[in-house]
């Protein structure tokens, strides 16, 4: 099993309130993603990095931000969480920059704002 | 632009029945990845194929990559019930991230 960590696992909080979730991962991969994932709908890339101090935003717009001062660390922050954020965030990563090699996915954080 | 379609969006089948997922691509794709997602899981690598024509099977499983590297296929022989969840195709569009297609959920009835 991959060794990449997600927390929290679960989190509810109120509108307007700043948020991180983090992301961490033991296998010294240069490429950290972060995807968005309503249920039983399809993945949408928001941010990806490959490597220290590199960040690019996905596909969907999102109003978060990322950071990458680590190898192992890709934390995603939301400044002003709003009930349109509720959703499963699930972090990746994966070897070898010059293609596109196989995910490892984390567990995901379900976040929900009231 | 780039354009994948992955289809059907849903299936539900007896259990021992077959079942195939299709990925369509408009341009020519340099590899595909397929990725299996449990209910209340996350996404699991199964497969890449990377050459044209190419066939791979993974016990009941059996991938392939058109000859065009426009489109794939994961067919399931005599489903179970373990194969429930969703499958996705990634393919590599040669952008610098991954996306994956929409999904297929797969339902098995006992």
Known sequence: ?114 | GQQVMQIPQYQHVQEGEDFTTYCNSSTTLSNIQWYKQRPGGHPVFLIQLVKSGEVKKQKRLTFQFGEAKKNSSLHITATQTTDVGTYFCAPDTGRRALTFGSGTRLQVQP
């Not at chain 1, 590199?54 to 890709?74: A, M, N, Q, Y």
């Not at chain 1, 922050?77 to 709003?82: F, K, M, N, Q, W």
Request: with cysteine; proline share 4%.
């Open chain 1, 1 to 114: 099993e991959a060794d990449i960590y997600q927390t929290p696992r679960y989190l509810v909080i109120g509108t307007g309130k700043k948020i991180t979730l983090e992301c961490s991962q033991t296998m010294g991969h240069d490429k950290m993603y972060w995807y968005q994932q309503d249920p039983g709908m399809e993945l949408h890339l928001i941010h990806y990095s490959y490597g220290v101090n590199s960040t690019e935003k996905g596909d969907l717009s999102s109003e978060s931000t990322v950071s990458r001062i680590r190898t192992e660390h890709f934390p995603l922050t939301l400044e002003s969480a709003r009930p349109s954020h509720t959703s499963q965030y699930l972090c990746a990563s994966s070897n070898r920059a010059d293609y596109n090699s196989p995910l490892h996915f984390g567990n995901g954080t379900r976040l929900t704002v009231t």
